[in-house]
């Protein structure tokens, strides 16, 4: 009844290459795994309070006026920074690593706007800031990404024990109010994003939980499509809008049979990938840090029972030195990302994402599927 016809497709991509990365274009198709052809900005809107876990913020990522970042400073973060000041000044300098992406604060957007605005969640136990890298790459080709703290569920939750509710609607609540912010910004003069955001094309991306939000928010008329990076599935009826689902083979939480049954209840135009090599935290500039040896922020927490040992699990899933480097992974996610955003989207002739070449990710195995 909604099988127009099932494709399955497993590469098995030759030998890893030591320190090769992706190549990521297609034939006659723009290289989607490298940076786009856009510089990015980057600058933080306030959400407003959320009580006692303080002030809601929303990290926005967009095309920026390349003739004007001279002067602006490159965006860099600290692991740390999502926790409050009191546990933030006990960190020790070796778990605390600053992450830098090549995005500069404040620039200008791009003249050639308006661009389409992607809403980002989160997963669970994480923050806004800590998928800066794929985010940056995103925005390259021509979105407004919009990561919002999802605070009833983010590191700050869970590293304080805040006794706080999370909730599909209070997800949602904190989703829309980014989106409302964004299009305020948008029509201030005095904002670096004035005139760089579409409201009449937006789609809605999700790590884990924040899937669950990505896929939640297709109920909403704005939302045209919705891709969930190792996804937690809809908490109710799933949409018949486009959906694009991404996992990884060594993944403990969102294993391919759980993926593998999401991909089959939803009804509409439907890809489903799963990435060789890789673990559920594989997403996160956290899990570099995970990978050179001491646990990164992640160890500092379960050193001092800040986290529960299912959540310290989860975190260095896919960030251990068995697993690929995360550098290497993520050129992929974009690369599929922004194929999907591109099409669900109609930015420009974009065609549905299909399966990678041969010797498009060397390293790699991915196994692709798509229903419509």
């Known amino acids: 009844m909604r099988r127009a016809g099932l494709l399955a497709l497993t590469l098995a991509v030759g030998v890893v290459l030591a320190g090769c990365s992706a190549s ?43 003739s004007k970042v001279a002067g602006h400073p490159v965006f860099s973060y600290k692991l740390a920074d999502p926790l409050p ?3 933030l000044a006990i960190v020790p300098a070796k778990y605390n690593a600053t992450v830098t992406v090549n995005a500069h604060v404040g620039v200008p957007g791009s003249p050639k706007g308006p661009f389409p605005i992607v809403l980002f969640s ?30 009833e569920r983010g590191l700050l939750a869970e590293a304080t ?40 094309k937006v789609a809605a991306v999700g790590h884990s939980a924040g899937g669950q939000t990505a896929f939640d928010a297709l109920n909403d008329r704005r939302v045209t499509m919705a891709v969930g990076w190792a996804p937690v599935g809809p908490s109710g ?33 439907t890809t489903f ?14 899990c570099t840090s995970i990978r050179q040896g001491n646990g990164g922020l992640i160890g500092f ?29 993520w050129p992929i996610v974009q690369y599929y990302t922004v194929a999907a955003l591109r099409n669900g989207l109609g930015v420009g002739a974009s065609p549905v994402p299909g399966p990678a070449t041969p010797g498009q990710f060397p390293g790699f195995t991915i196994t692709f599927h798509q229903h419509s």
Not at 32 to 44: D, I, M, N
Not at 273 to 286: C, F
Not at 310 to 319: P, S, T
């Open 24 to 66: 990521g274009s297609t034939s006659g198709g723009p290289n989607l795994a490298r940076p786009g052809p856009y510089a990015v900005g980057v600058t933080t809107l306030d959400l407003g309070s959320a009580g006692k876990l303080g002030e809601r913020l929303a990290t926005v990522f967009y095309p920026a006026d390349a």
């Open 85 to 87: 000041h009191a546990l």
């Open 122 to 151: 989160h997963g669970f136990g994480a923050s806004r800031l800590y998928y800066s890298h794929v985010l940056t790459g995103i925005a390259s080709w021509g979105f407004v990404v919009v990561s919002a703290d999802y605070l």
């Open 161 to 200: 024990q805040r006794n706080v509710t999370d909730t599909p609607a209070q997800d949602l609540r904190t989703m829309f109010s980014s989106l409302s912010a964004t299009e305020t910004a948008s029509s201030r003069r005095s904002s670096p994003l004035y005139g760089v955001a579409n409201p009449h």
């Open 237 to 269: 009826p799933p949409s018949h809008k486009p959906v694009m689902i991404i996992g990884e083979d060594q993944d403990i939480a969102l294993t391919k049979a759980t993926l593998t049954g999401e991909f089959h209840k939803f009804p509409g135009p």
């Open 273 to 286: 990938l799963e990435i060789s090599g890789e673990g559920h935290n594989s997403y996160t500039d956290i």
């Open 301 to 329: 927490a379960m050193s001092l029972h800040l986290v529960s040992q299912e959540l310290a699990q989860l975190a260095v899933n896919g960030c251990t030195a068995k697993n690929i480097p995360p550098q290497r992974f």
